[in-house]
Every structure is written in C-alpha cells, then in structure tokens.
C-alpha cells in the first residue's frame, strides 16, 4: 500500500498563532490611550493564550515579555513601580506564565499520543490491506491511501487485487465505522474474498458469498448496531482483457478514464451495501461494460468525493482526469490526489485508491504480461 505524500500546511486558523501578540499590541494601545486601565489582565493571558500553540521556549518568553511591557507602562505611569497594584499584576503574571508552561507540557503530551495513535492506526491499516501486484495478465495496477488528517481510529478502507481462473478479479470498500469492529469486517471481508474469487467461477456467486460471511460477523457482535454496513465494488475483468463486469453496493460509482473523456460508472440497478442484503433478496446486479486497450479503471472510496474546500464544496473528481493522462494508473491516481489536496488539506475520512490501466497489446507483451490462458493465483 502505498501513501500518497502532499504538500502544504495545515489551513487551520493560521491567525491563531498572531494572537499572543496580537493582545500584547491591544494592551499596549489601551494603556496609552486610556491611563486609568488597569492592562494587566490583558497582559496576563499572552502566556496563556501561547501555550497551545507554541514550544514551552515560547510559551515562557511570551509572558517574560508581558512582564517586561507591564514594567515599562508602570514607569510611564508612575515612578513608584512597587505600589500595591503593580506588585498584584506582577504576581498574576508570573503566575499565569508558569501555569502556561505547565498547560503547554499537557498539551504537548497529548499531542504526541495522537500522532502516535495515528501512525499506529495507519501501521495496523498498512498490515491489514495486501500488497498489489503492479503488473499481471496485460493489465498495470496501483494504489494508493491518504490517511484522514483528524482520525486517531483504525478506518474501514480495503482493497483486493485476485489473479483467478476466471480473470482478474477486484473489490474496494469501506465499512460504516471505525476500530476494532471496522477491523473486524475487513478481515472477514478480505478473507472471505480471497477464497471465493478463486473457487466461484461466476460474479454475483462472489458477492452472495461475501455478504453472508458480512452478516454472519454482524450477528455474532452483540454490540454491532444493525445499521453497520460496507459499500463496496467488486470487479472481473475477462480473461482477454477486452471487458469487465461490476457489482456495486452502494458504493461511490468508479470512473473509466480513456483518450481525455471520463465515464462516471453509474449501475443500471442500485444495490444496498454488504450486511444489508437480506433486505432486497439474493439477486446480485452486475453491469459489463467494455475495456478498451489504454482504459484506466478508477475506483475509490469516499473519503475522495466527501473532501471539502473552505466553502463546503464537495470534491469532484472528474474534472482533474478529463484531458490528455498517460495509459498508466499510478499516474491517474496520482492526478486525482494532487487536484484533490488543491480542494482541501484535511480529509474527513480515509481515502483509498485503486486503478487499473488495460496495457496495448505490444507493451503487454514487451512487459512478458501477454494474456495467457487463465491460471490460479497463489
């Protein structure tokens, strides 16, 4: 699995940081303007109000430079710099600046347990999903995962590459949820997965056998609410490479990316998500829909199409991959995450990727990935 790596920083309130100064300037002002205000108070959250947002260095010198301003506006009030009041707003302000310091050391220690969370999360996700092979059968696969910037929870995201007898076969999801229970279903899912793409030699057979392991794992979690679910998509690609068929339950429609037009994969007949199946019946909708030779196949989970600008715009993905791309998947993918690190630079939800890119006939046989008669995956 591989992370997708974007540039820029967060957008989150860059103001915030211009605050400490901010109110040393406004108390600054007030004393000069208005001699009978008392600015201690004000000055006396500068350290306060830097602790979350600076390094303890910082958080200290804020409010030693708060000492020394409310210092300088005594002596322009006074000559007598130890009166009663000073010697309290002095008081208060070294006070406030070591409780400051304190709150910084909390705030840093919490901090730090959630980008540990996080790089677990993300390590036990990494173990979770498995490794894409890049070529097979004249066809280039890739990948890729962001990890949502404000989670600490294992997400539900997966993907699945099979080489069968029956041609290439594929499913992403996405399980309703976070954690164990999320952990859970994919693991059941992905296993479940593995076995039937290679025994059962038709499609619907594949999802009907991927949904009751899905809703026999429900029944056996106490604590599962009924409403859990998974969206997913599951694809096979025929062994000539010439065409696919799709199964989608609820789940985001995939794009068909080819010579600069993008075809929004939309089912003929909507399907409910994996767990809830045994509310529409055993029949399993498939669309076949054709592969042409430099066709890129895209497929994603929606933590892509639930991304928001500052206006809460949704992302849309199909204007990026509209134009000229090369017949290549980590390229595509790589386009799409790029115009959508443009759109935002925190995601609300985990975002995974999977692309496959249908090779011409020559580059498929100069790469020895020729189409052979079908064979079993290890």
């Not at 109110?23 to 208005?34: G, I, N």
């Not at 989670?151 to 590459?161: K, P, T």
């Not at 952990?183 to 059962?200: E, I, K, P």
């Not at 068909?256 to 998500?273: F, I, K, N, S, Y």
Request: aromatic share 6%; hydrophobic share 45%.
């Amino acid at each position: 699995m591989e992370r997708y790596q974007h540039k820029g920083g967060s957008r989150k309130l860059p103001w915030a940081r211009c605050l400490p100064a901010a109110v040393l300037l406004v108390a600054v002002v007030v004393d000069l303007a208005w001699l009978p205000f008392n600015t201690f108070p004000l000055l006396a959250t500068v350290s306060v109000i830097a602790a979350p947002m600076f390094s303890l260095t910082w958080t200290v010198a804020s409010g030693a430079v708060a000492c020394l301003v409310g210092w300088l506006l005594s002596l322009r009030e006074s000559q007598e710099v130890l009166t009663r009041a000073n010697v309290i707003g002095f008081t208060t302000l070294i006070t406030l600046t070591v409780v400051a310091g304190f709150l910084n050391r909390v705030f840093a220690r919490e901090r730090e347990q959630l980008r540990t969370s996080r790089q677990v999360a993300e390590a036990v996700q990494r173990a979770v999903l498995p490794t894409m092979p890049d070529r097979v059968r004249g066809l280039a696969v890739a990948t890729r995962y962001q990890a949502a910037q404000e989670e600490a929870l294992i997400g539900g995201d997966l993907y699945a590459v099979h080489d069968t007898p029956h041609g290439l076969r594929m499913v992403i999801g996405d399980v309703r949820g976070k954690g164990t229970q999320a952990v859970t279903l994919v693991n059941t899912l992905l296993g479940t997965f593995h076995a039937v793409a290679l025994q059962l030699p038709d499609l619907p057979a594949v999802v009907q056998a991927v949904e009751v392991q899905v809703q026999d794992v429900k029944a056996r979690q106490d604590d599962a609410p009924y409403e859990d679910f998974v969206t997913a998509v599951f694809v096979e690609i025929l062994p000539d490479r010439s065409a696919f068929r799709m199964a989608n339950r609820g789940h985001p429609a995939p794009l068909l990316v080819h010579e600069g037009e993008v075809t929004v994969l939309e089912p003929e007949e909507p399907a409910l998500p994996l767990g809830l199946g045994d509310l529409a019946g055993p029949v399993v909708p498939v669309d076949r829909c054709e592969l042409p030779p430099g066709a890129t196949l895209v497929m994603f989970t929606d933590g892509i199409i639930e991304a928001r600008d500052r206006d809460g715009v949704f992302f849309d993905p199909v204007p990026p991959l509209t134009g000229p791309l090369p017949a290549n998947p980590g390229a595509v993918l790589d386009t799409m995450l790029t115009a959508l690190f443009r759109h935002t630079e925190d995601l609300e939800d985990d975002a995974a990727t999977l692309a496959v890119t249908r090779l011409p006939d020559d580059d498929a046989a100069a790469n020895g990935n020729s189409p052979a008669p079908p064979r079993a995956a290890g």
